[in-house]
C-alpha cells in the first residue's frame, strides 16, 4: 500500500486517514516519510495535533504535514492556519480522522485521496477513493 500512496503523491497532496484506533494509520505516515528521507522519528500527532517535517525532492522543499483531528473539530485547526497552508504547493497532507474534514475540502475544490482502514484479527485492509 505504502508503494501505492507514494506514487499518487506524483497527483495528489492531500490524503485523509480514516479508521478506528489502532488500525495503521500512523505506521502508514511512517512508512511514507521513511520513504521520502525524512529523519526525523515520525510520532502520532493525536496531542500536538499538527507535524510538520521537511524534505528534498528533486533539488526542491517540500513538506509533510501529519495532522490528527481525533480530539478537534474543523473550525479548530482551520483557526490555526490549514486553509492558508493546503493552498502552498509545496506542503503535503496526510490527515488522521480525514472524515471530519472531507466536505470542507470538498466545497473548496481540493482533490484528495481517501485510505480507509480496516482490521479484521491480525489483518490489515485498505480501501483507496480518489476524490
Do not use: C
Amino acid at each position: 500500500m505504502v508503494e501505492k500512496v507514494f506514487k499518487l503523491m506524483k497527483e495528489y497532496k492531500i490524503f485523509l486517514l480514516e479508521g478506528r484506533l489502532g488500525v495503521g494509520k500512523t505506521t502508514m505516515v511512517k512508512k511514507i516519510a521513511k520513504k521520502l528521507k525524512i529523519k526525523e522519528e515520525i510520532s502520532s500527532p493525536t496531542f500536538v495535533i499538527w507535524q510538520k517535517y521537511d524534505f528534498i525532492f528533486n533539488q526542491k522543499k517540500y513538506y509533510l504535514n501529519h495532522i490528527d483531528l481525533y480530539r478537534i473539530n474543523i473550525e479548530d485547526i482551520l483557526k490555526v492556519g490549514l486553509e492558508k497552508e493546503l493552498k502552498r504547493k509545496n506542503n503535503y497532507f496526510f490527515i488522521e480522522w480525514g472524515e471530519k474534514i472531507k466536505d470542507f475540502l470538498i466545497s473548496k475544490n481540493k482533490r484528495f485521496i481517501e485510505i480507509i482502514f480496516t482490521k479484521n484479527k491480525n489483518r490489515r485492509k485498505y480501501l483507496l477513493k480518489l476524490n
